[in-house]
């Protein structure tokens, strides 16, 4: 038997397809039978790689007598929180509001108008530790529905009221200044774990925005802490559990404060932002460690997560069968080791030096298993050094390098043989941008032009497929040849985020022109010109109460915060005065909430410091295309954030010109391409000489 979401594309609504739950997906149908039979709309929202979202569809939504009374007493509706994010921050919002907390699954119940009166995120099947089992919630949530309707209907207008006057922020009083810089680095350093490295004391989540704007602030003030917490963190998280050490990649966050036990799915929004974050430190230290990771990282989305068509698919699940365990799926299953198994697929010296190195012990090394999944087993996680490794067996490190290169590479076989956790395989436009901006950033760091080709066969996936150039319309989904949904604002940001970094690796224009118009679009969209900053939508959806203005960069940086340095960088390029004073007044309107808890849009603060540093640009006049080459690796390993890179050619030339009076005078010197540096649109002496050039890269 089927339900409603049978005809869905989402994996996540699929693997709900067969429950015997009523499901309906978000939209008219469950909004009218809602409203027909005066009934309460119970709203599920989850992922399809979301842990404990499984654990309640099992316990929960497979239950013949639980789903009966679900259907009995309410209108299901299951959301995909990737492919609507706008029905998931509304009442995300709103369970926070109420509770405190949030999470998925995320468990709402809402009158037949969708207005939330009660939610939480995982309730069990039971009653028990002085809470109601799932089926108590329910007959007790209709029971109020029946006998006081009307405070129910007092308490969703109340809350809906509350949302909707969240977003207005009195910005009068707040300076843009480097002291509110130097405030966000001091509430962010509050927060450093000086033992284990990361921020916080239990959970430690990646949060890549920290590094970003941590790098950006060493840049500007040179504070040695500031680069310091950021370079052990990075360390931390690339030796510890959370790193998958034979395929590359990132697992979600660590449930421990040691980095050792991690939450094991795979999603290409950490994978993005956190390869731009090792290149950084790659850039700013010249360390291989961190190439390391940005390349294994890039590579693992290269064979893993890329669709034939080109795009990016958008995540891999914590869990996957066990054969150990009947068959039934675990977290890790994939990921975890007997140290046995390792001794049957390497030889004595092999396995002996590998399970040192990675610290594998005979019953298991969990530091955290609630739950009893990883007995016996071996998360691989990486306290040594390759140095200390050979000083331990008295060996040199160049031949323990090679030993443990050939056990990773004969591990990972061993491991494809295993059954793969699910991958959800849906196209989203939002975290396919950050993707191509990351690999079209290493393509130049680690000069590798496999990262750039995909990177650019991304972006034309996406202007085919996702865009509509007559209307210029952006789609935020695409799965199995269906395009659907109507992007949202991160999509657009996010997207042109990843243009301008593609522009500056390629020097192709059309990458920067389709930003600009990205952007017009965008501002069309989703300006508030009442109040300033970005609305999340557009508001032609009515079945979305609230307008949302998200204002924490989390796992993932806001809409509001990539649009301001996309205006910033884009007004570098084009000189558009527009595009700056949009920038400014978006900073302004977060101004007085950032200079009360500036560390919760650690994103947003890396544009203030990039506003208020000078104008920096690069212009490179060429004779031919090699030489241009030559004169950009000589600098692509260098650490600025803050510089606009300008290739003028023939065809490029006009382009410019009209938008950079400053570049009409830049002319080759001796026939012989020639760089210029220019600060505030004034430039230094030119130069023929890629040292030169260099020099004055590294001493800026």
């Known amino acids: 038997m089927s339900n409603k979401l049978n005809n869905e594309k989402s994996p996540y609504l699929l693997q709900h397809a067969n429950n015997p739950v009523d499901w309906f997906p978000w939209g008219n149908d469950a909004f009218e039978k809602a409203k027909r039979e005066n009934k309460l709309i119970f709203l599920s929202i989850g992922y399809s790689t979301c842990h404990w979202c499984h654990v309640m569809e099992r316990e929960s939504f497979e239950n013949e007598s639980i789903a009966a009374l679900m259907n009995k007493y309410f209108v299901n509706i299951k959301v995909d929180r990737e492919e609507r994010p706008d029905v998931d921050k509304v009442y995300m919002t709103a369970v926070q509001t109420m509770t405190g907390q949030g999470g998925w699954p995320l468990s709402v119940f809402l009158t037949p108008d969708l207005k939330p009166f009660y939610g939480g995120t995982y309730f069990p099947p039971k009653d028990g530790y002085n809470r109601p089992g799932f089926p108590s919630l329910l007959e007790k949530i209709n029971e109020v529905w029946q006998n006081d309707r009307e405070n129910i209907i007092n308490s969703g207008d109340e809350l809906i009221k509350s949302l909707q006057h969240r977003h207005f922020v009195d910005s009068k009083n707040t300076e843009l200044d480097d002291a509110i810089l130097k405030r966000t680095y001091h509430q962010i350093a509050a927060g450093y774990d000086p033992k284990f490295a990361g921020f916080g004391s239990g959970t430690k989540f990646p949060r890549p925005v920290i590094f970003n704007f941590l790098f950006r602030y060493y840049y500007r003030t040179k504070d040695q802490e500031a680069l310091k917490m950021s370079l052990t963190t990075l360390m931390a998280m690339a030796s510890g559990g959370m790193y998958d050490h034979l395929g590359g990649g990132f697992h979600r966050y660590s449930v421990d404060a040691q980095w050792r036990v991690p939450h094991f799915e795979k999603m290409l929004y950490d994978q993005a932002q956190l390869v731009n974050s090792y290149l950084d430190a790659y850039q700013i230290t010249k360390d291989e460690f961190f190439a390391t990771v940005a390349r294994e990282t890039c590579n693992y989305i290269l064979r893993d997560m890329t669709s034939t068509e080109g795009g990016f698919f958008s995540a891999e699940d914590a869990d996957s069968i066990d054969l150990e365990n009947q068959g039934h799926k675990i977290e890790g299953a994939f990921y975890v080791w007997k140290k046995s198994e390792i001794e049957s697929v390497l030889t004595v010296d092999e396995a002996k030096i590998f399970c040192y190195h990675y610290a594998v012990e005979e019953n298991g090394n969990a530091l955290s298993d609630p739950h009893q999944e990883f007995v016996g087993k071996n998360i691989l996680f990486n306290p040594y050094t390759i140095e200390q490794t050979a000083e331990h067996f008295s060996l040199i490190a160049g031949e323990v390098g090679s030993l443990l290169s050939s056990a990773k590479r004969k591990l990972f076989e061993h491991r494809n043989m295993r059954s793969r956790p699910l991958c959800d395989d849906k196209v989203l436009t939002s975290w396919n941008g950050l993707m191509i901006g990351a ?67 390629t020097f192709d224009l059309r990458w920067l022109t389709w930003a600009e118009e990205l952007t017009g679009r965008a501002i069309t969209l989703f300006w508030d010109s009442a109040e300033g900053g970005f609305y999340d939508t557009s508001g032609k959806d009515t079945s979305i109460l609230v307008r949302m203005k998200e204002a924490y960069d989390g796992a993932e940086p806001t809409g509001n915060s990539i649009a301001v340095m996309n205006l910033l960088r884009m007004y570098g390029l084009t000189n558009e005065q527009s595009l700056n004073d949009y920038a400014q007044k978006a900073m302004k309107h977060f101004c007085t909430m950032l200079d009360q808890s500036p560390q919760v849009m650690p994103q947003l603060m890396a544009a203030v410091g990039y506003f208020l540093s000078p104008t920096e640009h690069l212009v490179i006049v060429i004779d031919q295309p090699d030489m241009s080459e030559i004169f950009l690796d000589s600098i692509s390993k260098e650490f600025k954030p803050n510089l606009n890179t300008i290739l003028l050619n023939d065809s490029q030339r006009i382009f410019f010109e009209t938008k950079l009076p400053f570049t009409k005078e830049r002319k080759k010197i001796d026939g012989k391409s020639t760089a210029f540096f220019c600060r505030n649109y004034s430039c230094e002496l030119p130069t023929n000489s890629v040292d030169e050039l260099k020099r004055k890269i590294i001493g800026l």
């Open 439 to 505: 690999l079209a950033r290493a393509s130049r760091t680690l000069r590798d032009s496999s990262y750039l080709n995909a990177a650019v066969r991304a972006a034309e996936f996406i202007f085919t497929t996702l865009y509509d150039s007559e209307q210029k319309i952006l789609s935020r989904r695409y799965r199995e040849r269906e395009v659907k949904f109507e992007a949202h604002l991160e999509d657009y940001t996010f997207l042109v985020s990843g243009l301008l970094d593609l522009y500056q690796a």
